[in-house]
């Protein structure tokens, strides 16, 4: 029995990773799908810190809106 081609072998393996990545990209996209992200809630302790610290640096100053950046 001859010894199966490094050329064979690799493409073989190449294909096989190739196709297990695709199965996984879409098993992750229907569970994106399923369980979508949920909106992030703001903890009151850390609108408490943010309050304070612009309280510390802008005596009188009033938080109105908090936002996170990109």
Known sequence: MAAPSLLAVC???FTV???V?????LVI???TLVLPARAPR???AVVA???AAVAT???GAQVV???EAP
């Open 57 to 59: 640096q802008q005596p």
């Open 17 to 19: 990773v190739f196709l």
């Open 21 to 25: 990545l695709g199965v996984l990209a």
């Open 29 to 31: 996209q229907l569970v």
């Open 42 to 44: 703001t903890d009151p």
């Open 11 to 13: 493409s073989t393996a």
């Open 65 to 67: 809106h908090i936002r």
């Open 49 to 51: 810190a943010i309050a």
